[in-house]
């Protein structure tokens, strides 16, 4: 599984390179993390105050390119379960054959955690986006309808997609397990794009979650975790970071019981009431009809494309 600890050994690093002065202070940082054996589970994150902003600030921006990047996460359907072969009946010959070959002008990282803490990551390499962008392998999720509505917009950016299936709200929160793993894997990326010459600036976090907060004690304290949320991204990538949210449909087919009408009312108000947040219409979008909590391929495709068209739509706010 990604390891947290390796991500702040590997910034810590880096940081020295640059700061020869500083070695001392962070040589007992490292100290701590190697010899000590400081668990980044169970204490409070080490890299805590690391924001895009300072993680950035040794290198020089005007050596660098410019290149937007846009946030993807949430759960399994974030994931997501499309099948490369039945796409061909929901795309275009052109459409099918860029992603096939990996859509030019729209590339990603992607890390879906996918059995969340339990040594299941499947990491995909940087790679322009296509069909084995997914969970094993061998699935694509919302990426795909994202980078089509990008290319036909003539938009070119990088996606990173952290996905943790099955994962509350709680998990997501800054200082828990799965908050500093998608952290510690998005500095990660972000390096890696400097080190290829470029200068990210984090544009929009989309955000496909909330079908693990039905039950109705998280369900009513969903608007005040989501809220957090945003203002833990906000503070660690962009504070006019774009927030582009979806509703929960059809849970109620796995959980009769379950309280999606008050998640997705947590979520209208904020978009109604937030700064630059948005909420996408999940209309008709439709479930696997043989695995009824996730995204059948037309609607894994769908929903990437209407997150990529708000996203378009106001992408100009947030710069």
């Known amino acids: 599984m990604f390891n947290t600890c390796n991500t702040v050994i590997i910034i810590v690093m880096r940081y020295i390179k640059l700061n020869p002065k500083r070695s001392l202070s962070c040589f007992f940082l490292l100290f701590?993390?190697?010899?000590?054996?400081?668990?980044?589970?169970?204490?409070?994150?080490?890299?805590?105050?690391?924001?895009?902003q300072t993680l950035l600030a040794p290198y020089d921006k005007s050596k660098l390119t410019p290149v937007d990047v846009v946030i993807l996460?949430?759960?399994?359907?974030?994931?997501?379960?499309?099948?490369?072969?039945?796409?061909?009946q929901y795309l275009s010959a052109?459409?099918?054959?860029?992603?096939?070959?990996?859509i030019d002008g729209v590339t990603i990282f992607t890390c879906n955690?996918?059995?969340?803490?339990?040594?299941?990551?499947?990491?995909?390499?940087?790679?322009?986006?296509?069909?084995?962008?997914?969970?094993?392998?061998?699935?694509?999720?919302?990426?795909?309808?994202?980078?089509?509505?990008c290319k036909k917009a003539g938009r070119s950016l990088v996606l990173i997609k952290y996905s943790a299936g099955g994962m509350p709200m709680n998990h997501f929160l800054e200082d828990n397990d799965i908050s500093r793993v998608m952290k510690g894997y998005i500095l990660n990326c972000l390096l890696e794009l400097v080190n290829k010459g470029y200068y990210p600036n984090i544009q929009a976090f989309c955000w496909m979650q909330g079908e693990n907060d039905c039950d109705l004690f998280n369900a009513n304290?969903?608007?005040?975790?989501?809220?957090?949320?945003?203002?833990?991204?906000?503070?660690?990538?962009?504070?006019?970071?774009?927030?582009?949210?979806a509703r929960v449909t059809d849970w109620d087919l796995v959980d009769p019981d379950g309280h999606q009408d008050i998640v997705n009312k947590a979520k209208e108000k904020i978009a109604q009431e937030e700064r630059l947040c948005y909420?996408?219409?999940?209309?008709?979008?439709?479930?696997?009809?043989?695995?009824?909590?996730?995204?059948?391929?037309?609607?894994?495709?769908?929903?990437?494309?209407?997150?990529?068209?708000?996203f378009l739509a106001h992408s100009e706010a947030g710069k």
């Open 113 to 149: 955690d996918y059995v969340a803490l339990k040594g299941n990551c499947v990491f995909s390499p940087y790679s322009n986006v296509n069909f084995k962008n997914g969970s094993f392998g061998d699935l694509f999720g919302p990426e795909v309808g994202f980078a089509l509505e």
């Open 221 to 245: 304290n969903y608007y005040n975790k989501e809220c957090l949320l945003i203002n833990s991204v906000r503070k660690s990538f962009n504070e006019k970071l774009l927030f582009i949210d």
């Open 279 to 310: 909420l996408i219409d999940s209309t008709g979008l439709k479930k696997n009809q043989f695995n009824i909590g996730h995204y059948d391929t037309p609607s894994t495709i769908e929903l990437g494309r209407r997150f990529a068209r708000e």
């Open 32 to 52: 701590s993390i190697l010899f000590l054996n400081i668990s980044c589970k169970y204490n409070s994150s080490p890299y805590a105050d690391v924001t895009l």
């Open 73 to 88: 996460s949430g759960q399994s359907n974030m994931a997501g379960s499309g099948i490369p072969e039945e796409a061909k």
């Open 94 to 102: 052109e459409e099918y054959t860029q992603i096939s070959n990996g």
